[in-house]
């Protein structure tokens, strides 16, 4: 698997991650009724994911790639449940609620990771990494405040559950270096692909949704995919609480796609929103810029 060592190049790596997985919520506004196949289109996203990381590793690696699966381990499982979690509990969050809400509690996963990560790994946590940190709960906390929409609670809940899993699978990517990264992915989309079947087959659910709907579902899991390839390649070089604060790029695109008249959504975020998200947009250009800074120091001792 390819890693990157040097931050300077692991840190645009992983913004774009993000910005990937901000047009998530954007693909689930064109979706039909969204709210009434949950399972279906978790089904398709994780099957989509799972045969995509297959695909992938099988090129990079060739015919024996299956033996990924017998040294994932602990750190793999838990990583990839943690990821299924959080992807389940995206649905449902974003289904309830606007999608500036949704993700918004997606923008606390550098709190839970950095608690995580200090307590797991040991990971100190940098004084400029927790200024970040600071600045960006202002901008989560003036967004918050904007936001009092109904079902917004249930939407909220599920969002937190969808962060926390989310920092489960980032603080598990530097638990074992060998761990192989992409197939910890990979058992995320099997996760989602079998609790879907189980629930649809409970349910007495037909597996598909209509055409249209399932070239969304998958649409969206190739989106995610990518990102989260990205996210894994990055992820040697960058802390673990550094890693999810760089993600949040997902949440001021996020925002604004579906915000942005010229793609037919147009769900208005609110002015405390806007504001939020400036908040959120310098905590990472402070963060990036003291990063920078601190390499140049380095460089001229």
Known sequence: MLELKNEKIAIPVVLFAGILWSFGPLVVRYMNDPHLIPW???????????????LYLFFEEGINFYKNYKKIGKSGLLGGVGLGIAMISFIY???NTSAAITLLCLAAMPFFTALLAFLFLKEKISFNVWISIFIATIGIVIMAFGNNEKNSLVGFIFGMTSSI????????????????????VAVAGLFCFIIAAC???????SFFSSSYNSAM??????????????????????AAAELTLLSLTEVIGGIFWVWLPLLGVNEVPSTNTIIGGFFLFIS??????????NKRHIALN
């Open 165 to 184: 899993g989310f920092s489960i699978f980032s603080v598990t990517l530097r638990w074992r270096k060998e761990t192989p990264k992409f197939t910890t």
């Open 199 to 205: 629930m649809i087959t409970i349910k007495d659910q």
């Open 217 to 238: 579902f998958s649409l969206h899991g190739v989106l995610v995919c990518l990102g989260l390839i990205l996210y894994s390649i990055g992820s040697k070089a960058i």
């Open 40 to 54: 279906q289109y978790i089904f398709g996203r994780g099957l989509t994911i799972f045969i995509i990381l297959n």
């Open 93 to 95: 969050s974003i289904t």
């Open 284 to 293: 990472l250009m402070y963060y990036s810029l003291i990063m920078r800074w």
